[in-house]
T-cell receptor, first 114, second 111 residues
Framework: NAGVTQTPKFQVLKTGQSMTLQCAQD?????MSWYRQDPGMGLRLIHY???????DQGEVPNGYNVSRSTTEDFPLRLLSAAPSQTSVYFC?????????????FGPGTRLTVT | AQSVTQPDIHITVSEGASLELRCNYS??????LFWYVQSPGQGLQLLLK??????LVQGIKGFEAEFKRSQSSFNLRKPSVHWSDAAEYFC?????????FGTGTSLTVIP
């Protein structure tokens, strides 16, 4: 299993540009999520999904969109990039249920918005 | 509002010494609790988790954590630190379908 994969690893955008961060998992996990990591602030949940066709907002959803058309994929879209979105983005997945909720994290995407 | 507090931003310990990293949370009920470790430039790896039952949980790499309901704490411990334990450590809680992370504790291990 490849686990959780993210592309690209690095990206530089200009203010106002849009882009999609890709996330895929091959573990048949129901739950997938996107976080941003900023210095001194830990990880903050952007959006999450509990299954195909179901998404919901996390702690910091503004400026981001998601969709979940398949169990495997959970892309994150930046509609109009702003310097405040400069961050490291992590995708994670897990099984749901009492025995689960162990999140497996991807390697991250480092995004710089100039 | 929900919150997870890791009061120690940075800790330095000598190799072989014991370690305790603090974590406090504020929620109405007992949440699901986790500790993760992050090496530089890497994603996060789960060390251990607590859902219910025995309040002392064992994890990987020789780590353990104790849930204390009365103190709303879930502190991480290791009896003897190795140089390879140098990393960033994050406490996290799950309530409903959302996860909340602390701001992290950076661990330096000196020989």
């Amino acid at each position: 299993n490849a686990g959780v994969t993210q592309t690209p690893k690095f990206q530089v955008l200009k203010t106002g540009q849009s882009m999609t961060l890709q996330c895929a998992q091959d573990m048949n996990h129901e739950y997938m999520s996107w976080y941003r990591q900023d210095p001194g602030m830990g990880l903050r949940l952007i959006h999450y999904s509990v299954g195909a066709g179901i998404t919901d907002q996390g702690e910091v959803p503004n400026g981001y969109n998601v969709s979940r058309s398949t169990t495997e994929d959970f892309p994150l879209r930046l509609l109009s990039a702003a310097p405040s979105q400069t961050s490291v983005y992590f995708c994670a997945s897990s099984y749901r249920g009492v025995s689960g909720y162990e999140q497996y994290f991807g390697p991250g995407t480092r995004l710089t918005v100039t | 509002a929900q919150s997870v507090t890791q009061p120690d931003i940075h800790i330095t310990v000598s190799e072989g010494a014991s370690l305790e990293l603090r974590c406090n949370y504020s929620y109405g009920a007992t949440p699901y609790l986790f500790w993760y470790v992050q090496s530089p430039g890497q994603g996060l790896q789960l060390l251990l988790k607590y859902f219910s039952g025995d309040t002392l949980v064992q994890g990987i790499k020789g780590f353990e954590a104790e849930f204390k309901r009365s103190q709303s704490s879930f502190n991480l411990r290791k009896p003897s630190v190795h140089w390879s334990d140098a990393a960033e450590y994050f406490c996290a809680v799950k309530t409903g379908n959302q996860f909340y992370f602390g701001t992290g504790t950076s661990l330096t291990v000196i020989p």
